[in-house]
């Protein structure tokens, strides 16, 4: 009975997390900021802004995996609630496969390694290729490395089951690590089992071993499937480990200093990749909070809520010419009582400013081109903060020391006269 309440519970959590995810990037509604609830999003909102909240969660999401394992990657990812739905469509196929055991790879170990060594480099240029809200950002908003991505893991859950979060999910590893060592871990009762061998079978993680009756803490995503399926209920959480607390051979010594070779190695890699990426792409407009291009290349997680959360639609996704979202004013413009994009960003890409700050914020200069300009005046109308002076038979005048940038001039203008050029460093007026 217990159980039953146990995963009804997580179903519901499960349900609530997937409906303000698609409420976030369909409905443009945001009543409970689940994305800020990341892993990663959660890391680098700690280590750019030094934001309390984030570093907070933070270190709860850590505690909750240590007290219980790796809750998170069941309940909290939308990646992984995205990989329990596809098991659950290709449960008829699975009845008609063989059980294959998935085993943990050391290399699980370096991919995340290289990923979160150029994290702490200095970019996440890398990271933001594996991350699982990452990931499933792009998937919702429909761009082509998500849907990509996606199709690529349901190909991989059919045939391997929880294969990603097992050996490349770079959070699942770092999160596997703590949940080794948890308070409270599924564990089977040898009394009990009667090596039946059907959890093993339901587990998409490959993590009963029921010949040794032995459970992988580490690997387990917490699924709970294991649970009603034991008939004889020898599964069960509980407090006692049986492994040692370290294990001290000569290769795991090894494997841990190289590992941390490999770390430092990749943290300059990071700072390099860094520094080229923010001198190789100029002329770029972003949102009012970025900061600059550098900056805001190697922190952009490019998860495209910000895209989708645009009410005038100028932010862009990711490109070959831009990898990181930018903003294209094209016919229309920075709304001037928005900064919906400053709010919903949940990696501190995008600073966490108020409307009154983005109003002073400069992110580009618009420039009149004389030529063009058929002193039509539209542009003095339009311009929310009543910067642009024109003169009778004269082409308007826009004072750029008050001008932000927003467009409007650029869009009502009927000719094209008025473009709009990027900053190097976005100012406070």
């Known amino acids: 009975m217990k159980n039953k309440i146990l995963i009804f519970f997580k179903f519901l959590v499960e349900l609530a997390v997937?409906?303000?995810?698609?409420?976030a990037f369909y409905k443009k509604i945001y009543p409970l900021k689940i994305f800020d609830l990341q892993f990663v999003a959660m890391l680098q909102s700690g280590v750019v802004t030094g934001a309390f909240v984030s570093i907070l969660l933070f270190v709860s999401i850590l505690a909750l995996t240590f007290v219980f394992g790796r809750v998170y990657c069941?309940?909290?990812c939308p990646l992984g609630i995205f990989q329990e739905i596809l098991t659950l469509l290709f449960k008829p196929f699975y009845k008609k496969m063989k059980t294959k055991k998935i085993?943990?790879?050391f290399m699980a170990y370096v991919l995340t390694v290289v990923l979160f060594g150029t994290f702490f480099g200095g970019t996440v240029a890398l990271l933001r290729l594996f991350d699982p809200y990452s990931v499933f950002g792009n998937f919702l908003s429909g761009a082509g490395f998500g849907i990509g991505f996606m199709a690529f893991l349901a190909v991989l859950v059919l045939f391997k089951k929880r294969f990603f979060c097992v050996n490349i999910c770079p959070v699942g590893q770092v999160l596997g690590?703590?949940?080794?060592k948890?308070?409270?871990?599924l564990k089977i009762e040898k009394d009990k089992c009667k090596m039946c061998g059907l959890c093993t079978k339901v587990c998409p993680s490959g993590s009963i071993d029921f010949k040794n009756q032995k459970i992988d803490n580490e690997t387990c995503v917490r699924?709970?499937?294991?649970?009603?399926?034991c008939r004889h209920g020898a599964i069960v959480f509980s407090t006692k480990k049986e492994e040692p607390s370290f294990d001290f051979s000569r290769r795991n010594f090894i494997k841990a200093g190289a590992l941390l070779v490999l770390f430092g190695t990749m943290a300059k890699t990071g700072a390099q990749i860094s520094k080229n990426i923010g001198s190789k792409i100029k002329n770029v407009i972003l949102p009012a909070g970025a900061k600059n291009v550098k900056d805001f290349a190697n922190r952009c997680l490019n998860c495209n809520l910000c895209v989708e959360?645009?009410?005038m639609k100028i932010i862009k996704k990711a490109n070959k010419e831009t990898p990181f979202v930018h903003l294209e004013y094209g016919a229309n413009f920075c709304k001037y009582k928005c900064h919906k994009c400053s709010k919903v960003c949940p990696s501190g890409a995008i600073e966490k400013i108020s409307l009154s700050e983005k109003q002073k914020t400069k992110i580009a200069t618009a420039v009149v081109d004389e030529q063009k300009c058929i002193q039509c005046g539209m542009c003095v109308y339009e311009c929310p903060r009543e910067i642009i002076i024109k003169n009778e038979g004269q082409a308007p005048i826009i004072r750029f020391d008050e001008c932000i940038g927003c467009g409007a001039c650029h869009a009502v203008c009927p000719v094209q006269a008025i473009s709009m050029e990027p900053v190097d460093v976005q100012t406070k007026l």
């Open 18 to 23: 997937l409906a303000l995810a698609f409420l």
């Open 74 to 76: 069941s309940v909290l």
């Open 103 to 105: 085993s943990h790879s």
């Open 177 to 180: 690590l703590v949940s080794k």
């Open 182 to 185: 948890a308070v409270f871990q």
């Open 223 to 229: 699924c709970l499937k294991c649970l009603p399926h």
């Open 309 to 311: 959360n645009c009410p």
